[in-house]
């Protein structure tokens, strides 16, 4: 079972669709979330939402996670698809914080606080009409490398991504992992 709180970025597994929530569901902390899960059936739970470091997989681990999931610190390796003004976002610093916003597509899905989720903050829960409407603009964003009108997916723990391969990430999460107390 995957246990994926608020913290998580892009769009979030959800049972239903609650137009009058911006959040699309409920704000539930992976911690939480997990506690509750781990307490209360016995299968095995990954716990994804804001992990994005050895430190925050050792967490979920010690409350009872068989594994940690990580998105969002992938996103800038050499090896991904991200497009270059989306890198360029994720390793800019004058971003200040994530959003939960239907902007981009009409669904609930955490990003980068854009212009473009700033000024469409109250776009309908109207999936997959908006993602048509909004998708010719955000591939003309991408082409002119202008990141303010893109979706810029990404959990809370976007502060810790950095760029290069793969193995160079998985190299510091398993040292950051077992070089704990």
């Known amino acids: 079972m995957i246990a994926q709180g608020i913290e998580a970025g892009g769009h979030r597994g959800l049972w239903f669709d609650d137009p009058s929530s911006s959040a699309g569901g409920p704000r539930t902390p992976t911690a939480v979330l997990l506690a509750a899960i781990v307490e209360t059936i016995d299968v095995p739970v990954i716990a994804a939402g804001g992990i994005a470091d050895g430190a925050a997989v050792a967490s979920v681990l010690a409350q009872g996670a068989v594994a940690g999931q990580l998105g969002t610190a992938f996103l800038c390796c050499d090896e991904a698809g991200t497009s270059a003004p989306y890198r360029r976002a994720l390793l800019d610093r004058s971003y200040r914080d994530t959003v939960v916003t239907g902007a981009f597509s ?26 048509h409407l909004t998708k010719p603009l955000r591939a003309a964003a991408t082409a002119a490398g202008e990141a303010d ?16 391969p793969v193995a160079e990430l998985m190299a510091r999460l398993e040292a950051e992992l077992t070089d704990r107390p």
């Open 106 to 131: 009409g669904r609930p899905a955490r990003s980068l606080r854009n212009g473009f989720a700033t000024r469409h903050a109250h776009a309908p829960a109207a999936y997959p009409h908006v993602h």
């Open 149 to 164: 009108d893109i979706n810029l997916w990404a959990g809370t723990g976007w502060r810790s991504v950095t760029p290069g």
